[in-house]
T-cell receptor, first 112, second 115 residues
């Protein structure tokens, strides 16, 4: 099993550009989430999904969109990148939440 | 709402010292609790968990006990090694509302262990 795979690992964007961060898992997990990690802030939930076709907003959803067309994939779209979105982004998945989440290795995004 | 508070770092210890990282939570009900570890440049790895009061999670010499009375889940290790240097995150599984089924994290504690 590959676990949770995130691509790309690094990305530099110009302000106003759009892009999609990819996340895929091969564990047949229903729950998937996106977090951003900023210094001194811990991890904050952006969007999450409890199954294909179902998504919802987390703590910091503004400027991001998600969709969940399959169980395996949960892409995160930045609509118009801003310097405030410079961060490390983590995707995570879980069978039910209660057993904990498996995290990807992260995408380091810089917006200039 | 649900929240997790953990002691701020950084924490610097000598090898073989005793480690405690404090963690308390605020939640409706009794959420599952977790400790995650993040090594430099990597993602988060589940270190240990406890799903109900008085449960003790343990792994790699680390332990934490779910204390309902004090709403705490402190991480301990009797003898740290240089290889334990990392950032440690306490987390609670959200109960109710918009956090249902998702992890709520503390801000992390950076541990540095010197030889």
């Amino acid at each position: 099993n590959a676990g949770v795979t995130q691509t790309p690992k690094f990305q530099v964007l110009k302000t106003g550009q759009s892009m999609t961060l990819q996340c895929a898992q091969d564990m047949n997990h229903e729950y998937m989430s996106w977090y951003r990690q900023d210094p001194g802030m811990g991890l904050r939930l952006i969007h999450y999904s409890v199954g294909a076709g179902i998504t919802d907003q987390g703590e910091v959803p503004n400027g991001y969109n998600v969709s969940r067309s399959t169980t395996e994939d949960f892409p995160l779209r930045l609509l118009s990148a801003a310097p405030s979105q410079t961060s490390v982004y983590f995707c995570a998945s879980s069978y039910s939440g209660g057993q904990g989440y498996t995290f990807g290795s992260g995408t380091r995004l810089t917006v200039v | 709402g649900n929240s997790v508070t953990q002691m701020e770092g950084p924490v610097t210890l000598s090898e073989e010292a005793f480690l405690t990282i404090n963690c308390t939570y605020t939640a409706t009900g009794y959420p599952s609790l977790f400790w995650y570890v993040q090594y430099p440049g990597e993602g988060l790895q589940l270190l240990l968990k406890a799903t109900k009061a008085d449960d003790k999670g343990s792994n790699k010499g680390f332990e934490a006990t779910y204390r309902k009375e004090t709403t705490s889940f402190h991480l301990e290790k009797g003898s740290v090694q240089v290889s334990d240097s990392a950032v440690y995150f306490c987390a609670a599984l959200g109960v109710g509302g918009g956090s249902q089924g998702n992890l709520i994290f503390g801000k992390g504690t950076k541990l540095s262990v010197k030889p």
